[in-house]
């Protein structure tokens, strides 16, 4: 293959990437708004101010492009969690988590909200997802806890209710943050505010978890 034509490849690669970065933003948003049934591909291409043919071009139907919005913001959430490791300290690994969740409710608010839509909705997707890839990952990281415990780092506690909580405290500030404004009487959360909510959480977190 010649310079020249590796070169082509490589923009060709990029083009795509970017219009497929394009539409999945474009299309986080539209089911944000309107709702997983509301929501048509039209809908969509409208927002991202391209024919629909050109979106039907990455994505055969409106099926893919949730799953898609879906996939990656799973994919972001397991890998954070998958950062766990039984090297660092209970205080360190809790603390970096809790930072990158309400970062990523920050910063993906709209993907956030669609999987709260897509779980309460019971979407297979999302429930084979979590059977198969977060469950997994879960069962690690009680392991990495357990061997923390063992070691006096933190004292005893249940793993899952532990992350259903940290789920829980985190994500809701993107899912309900119309809730958190009215709360906290502002127009829009700016990013003191979420530097709170981490510090609170980290705080809340390490005193239940007895980590010093």
């Known amino acids: 293959m010649t310079d020249t034509k590796r070169a ?20 986080e948003k539209v089911f944000a708004r309107q709702g997983l049934a509301k929501t048509t591909t039209q809908m969509i291409a ?3 101010e391209l024919p629909k043919a050109n979106i039907h071009y990455y994505f055969r139907s409106k099926k893919d492009l949730l799953e898609a919005v879906l996939e990656n913001i799973l994919e972001l959430w397991l890998d954070s969690v998958s950062a766990f490791d039984e090297d660092d300290s209970p205080k360190f690994s809790f603390t970096r988590y809790i930072c990158e969740k309400i970062d990523h409710s920050r910063e993906h608010a709209n993907a956030s909200k ?15 997802f979590l059977k198969e890839r977060f469950v997994v990952e879960l069962a690690r990281e009680k392991r990495i806890i357990e061997s923390w415990v063992e070691k006096g780092l933190m004292k005893p506690v249940s793993t899952e209710h532990l992350f259903i909580s940290l789920w829980a405290m985190t994500q809701t500030y993107a899912d309900f943050d119309a809730q958190i404004k009215i709360v906290l009487n502002k127009p829009k959360l700016e990013e003191d505010d979420f530097e709170e909510a981490k510090d609170f959480i980290i705080q809340m977190t390490l005193a239940a978890c007895g980590i010093q």
């Open 8 to 27: 082509k490849d490589q923009l060709k690669i990029h083009i795509r990437e970017q219009n497929q970065a394009h539409i999945l933003n474009c299309a």
């Open 46 to 48: 409208d927002e991202a």
């Open 114 to 128: 669609v999987f709260a839509m897509a779980l309460m909705g019971e979407e297979p997707f999302v429930l084979e």
